[in-house]
């Protein structure tokens, strides 16, 4: 399995992102895959999830801005985000875990992407 995240950058407060995760190795079917953050001095937050059920939830900061979908066909996932702050500047991280692993315990983790959101 090998996750590779892109898209991450420097935005304005309002302004929208689509981060990309390519997810080789990994049949959505048979993994969870979830999108962590971690912004400098604070752990690591589990923004947005999507079971290998097909079902999605979502941290509280993020509710109704943020959204997880995956591409199975390209094996791709996918977070956009929508009316971003300041307070979502963190290095974001694309990471799986089999169906039948510890739901706090990611086996596979991408190396991340910084996004950066100035006032």
């Known amino acids: 399995v090998q996750l590779v995240e892109s898209g991450g950058g420097l935005v304005r407060a309002g302004d929208s992102l689509r981060l990309s995760c390519a997810a080789s190795?990994?049949?959505?079917?048979?993994?969870?895959m979830a999108w962590f953050r971690q912004a400098p001095g604070k752990d690591r937050e589990n923004v947005a999830t999507f079971t290998w059920r097909g079902e999605r939830t979502y941290a509280e900061s993020v509710k109704d801005r943020f959204t997880i979908s995956r591409d199975g066909a390209q094996s791709m996932v996918y977070l956009q985000m929508n009316s971003l702050k300041p307070d979502d500047t963190a290095v974001y991280y694309c990471?799986?875990?089999?169906?039948?692993?510890?739901?706090?315990?990611?086996?596979?983790w991408g190396q991340g992407t910084q996004v950066t959101v100035s006032s």
């Open positions: 190795g990994v049949m959505f079917s048979s993994f969870t």
């Open positions: 990471a799986a875990r089999y169906y039948y692993d510890d739901p706090n315990e990611y086996r596979y």
